[in-house]
């Protein structure tokens, strides 16, 4: 049976990248205070690479796991790209099936991605929910039932 794999050259290349990239975005994520508001917009860009919105906003558990899932759906898919292009008789699989993996997974490629930026704004809207939640409404009631500041 023949698995692809990237070579180790170009493993390295791609790992030194991604670790430069996450660096470089954690480094420009912290410049604001950690209880300060989260812009939506800045997070939106942020998200433009994969999981970085998420460490934008300071979900670090949750940007590893969208770094490791889209980066598996994107080996997967080489995978099954490689298996359909050089398909012999030998693998276990027909190469139809080989091509309908490689589509699924390019859909699946899309659709982390899609999610990620979505929940990175979403988060950065919500950021402030809990601080807004807790404060006083800091008015009172008068005696017509009114409220004023």
């Given at each position: ?33 950690t209880?300060?508001q ?30 490791a ?81």
């Amino acid at each position: 049976m023949k698995l692809s794999v990237l070579r180790p050259d170009k493993y390295i290349i791609f790992l030194k990248i991604g670790v430069y990239i996450l660096l470089l975005n954690i480094a420009v994520a912290n410049d604001d205070k950690t209880n300060q508001q989260k812009d939506p917009k800045k997070a939106f860009y942020f998200s433009l690479i994969p999981g970085m919105g998420q460490a934008y906003n300071g979900k670090w558990l949750k940007s590893a796991m969208i770094i490791a899932i889209e980066a598996s759906a994107i080996s997967a898919w080489s995978n099954n790209l490689e298996s359909y292009n050089n398909y012999d008789s030998s693998l276990p699989l027909n190469r139809n099936r080989y091509l309908e993996k490689r589509n699924k997974y390019a859909w699946w490629i899309g659709i982390i991605y899609v999610y990620s930026m979505i929940d990175a704004v979403v988060d950065a809207h919500l950021n402030s929910f809990d601080t807004l939640m807790n404060s006083s409404l800091d008015k009172e009631n008068n005696e017509g039932g009114v409220y004023e500041k």
